[in-house]
């Protein structure tokens, strides 16, 4: 599984940027991006975000 991130709901608040054990996660114009191969699939991201826009697939 990974994390996926739904741009139509990220609210580019970068809490998962900040909390992602990994440095999986950067942004992009605002949005979060998620790099498929440094993810650890850990769920931290899902945890963390305020708008609900990461999940695992």
Known sequence: MVAVVDPDLCVGCETCVDECPSEAI???DGIAVIDK???VDCGTCVD???SAAI???
């Open 37 to 39: 191969d440094n993810c």
């Open 26 to 28: 950067t942004m992009e």
């Open 55 to 57: 999940h695992m697939e």
């Open 48 to 50: 963390v975000c305020p």
